[in-house]
């Protein structure tokens, strides 16, 4: 069989300049011409190995929410899919314990899984390869969502094009923060949201619900409210954590403060309920995790904004169609992951630059809460805001170094 090499086809992203002076890149056509010379040209690429890390990533301080759950020192799973044309992509997963139904070592038995039929899958698009994975598996979502992740990398510097180009066109380059503050006393809590609004956050949540003490979360949401003033968006999340009775109590105890509740029971039926009972605007997160569960928070009127979390959905391809309809059914979205650094991080931010920016709330600069990080040199927090990566893929350069050997290869 002739040999194949895609570096032939590469092509480079044209640009053009918009009436501002910014150089936008011209990415539909580009991104059709690349497709089709892949189809036309004969034996595709594969990837012919999978290499797998668990880096254990160290909170700055201390993250603390609902039900006992933190983030103290939480395990990230990293792969590397090298291709036989010489790409190599990059995904990450980095499930919080306690936090959803994914663990970081049941990443890499997923993973063993699937990789056979991964080293035989010809990579014709970002979709497709993904597709055939979740058919041989299907569910395990956050382990497929490293693999999807990774696949969209390659297929980005296949194309010479940023993964947001891929995704649907750059719609924005930079976003607004949020900072999550941990569930600790209230005066803490006030601090906290003080430093952040200094460093220009204007975006805050603040974790409830840590002792089932709906008095003291209510002082947690007045505290912060006071210290930042009116004007930042400022909202409560239990993490699934309390009882809708609870829930409404401190609902009704800040509805003159202009709160946002965020998942204060476990289903969408709970958090219905709190929000008809007080009026508040209400944001999903554990809850909505599929195209199901968009359409019933959007159903039952309880989902004015929702967490977009590329793990919940398997990857950029399902929440990319997640994003498609969230703006069709106008909800704000927070664009980011469960937890972890740079990968993970770099997706999310790709996604959110190919949202229409009506409905992008915001996004998290999770390798600011964690270290070590994972590409140092990868996008940071500043006045408040964070601009996606450039450059072909994910845009960013994973520190081999600071990986270390890989606790798992596999060779196709
Ligand atoms: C998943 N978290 C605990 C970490 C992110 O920063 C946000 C938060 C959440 O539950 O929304
Ligand atoms: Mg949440």
Same mark, same amino acid.
């Not at 430093?195 to 603040?206: L, N, P, S, W």
């Given at each position: ?111 063993? $899984? ?155 039926? $709970? ?142």
């Amino acid at each position: 069989m002739a040999s194949y090499r895609m570096k032939t086809f590469w092509v480079r992203p044209l640009r053009c300049m918009t009436h501002d002076g910014d150089d936008q890149i011209a990415a539909p056509d580009l991104l059709w011409k690349a497709s089709a010379m892949l189809l036309r040209s004969g034996p595709m690429t594969r990837v012919v190995r999978i290499r797998l890390w668990h880096v254990p990533l160290t909170s700055h301080t201390s993250y603390r929410m609902a039900d006992g759950k933190t983030c103290d020192t939480v395990e990230s799973v990293v792969l590397a899919l090298d291709t036989d044309t010489g790409q190599t992509g990059w995904g990450e997963v980095c499930p919080i314990p306690g936090y959803l139904p994914a663990y970081a070592r049941g990443v890499a038995p997923a993973v063993t $899984e699937f990789a056979p039929v991964l080293f035989e899958t010809e990579l014709t698009g970002p979709e497709a390869a993904p597709a055939r994975l979740r058919e041989h598996l299907p569910g395990h979502h956050y382990a497929h969502s490293a693999a999807d992740i990774a696949l969209w990398d390659i297929f980005g510097q296949f194309a010479g094009l940023p993964v947001h180009a891929l995704l649907g066109g750059l719609r924005q380059r930079e976003f607004p923060l949020y900072h999550s503050i941990s569930c600790l006393d209230p005066e803490e809590m006030a601090s906290i949201a003080a430093r952040a609004a200094r460093d220009g956050i204007a975006q805050f949540q603040v974790k409830l619900g840590r002792e089932g003490d709906w008095e003291l979360d209510v002082a947690r949401l007045a505290r912060v409210r006071e210290t930042v003033g009116s004007g930042p968006l400022v909202y409560g999340d239990w993490n699934c954590g309390a009882t809708s009775l609870d829930a409404t109590r401190v609902g009704h105890a800040v509805a003159h403060l202009d709160i946002m509740l965020e998942q204060p029971c476990r289903t969408i039926a $709970e958090c219905a309920r709190v929000r008809d009972a007080t009026g508040l605007p209400m944001k999903l997160d554990e809850a909505a995790h599929d195209t199901g569960s968009l359409l019933d928070g959007a159903a039952m009127g309880c989902m004015d904004a929702v967490a977009i979390k590329t793990s919940k959905f398997g990857g950029l391809s399902l929440a990319r169609r997640a994003r498609d309809l969230c703006e069709h059914l106008g909800v704000k979205m927070c664009i980011e992951d469960t937890w972890g650094s740079d990968i993970a991080m770099a997706a999310a931010l790709h996604l959110a630059a190919s949202t229409d920016p009506r409905y992008v709330m915001n996004v998290c600069d999770l390798s600011s809460y964690v270290g070590p990080r994972i590409a140092p040199y990868g996008p940071s927090r500043n006045n408040g805001r964070i601009t996606v990566p450039e450059g072909p893929g994910l845009g960013i350069s994973p520190d081999t170094g600071i990986l270390g050997t890989p606790d798992m290869v596999l060779e196709g």
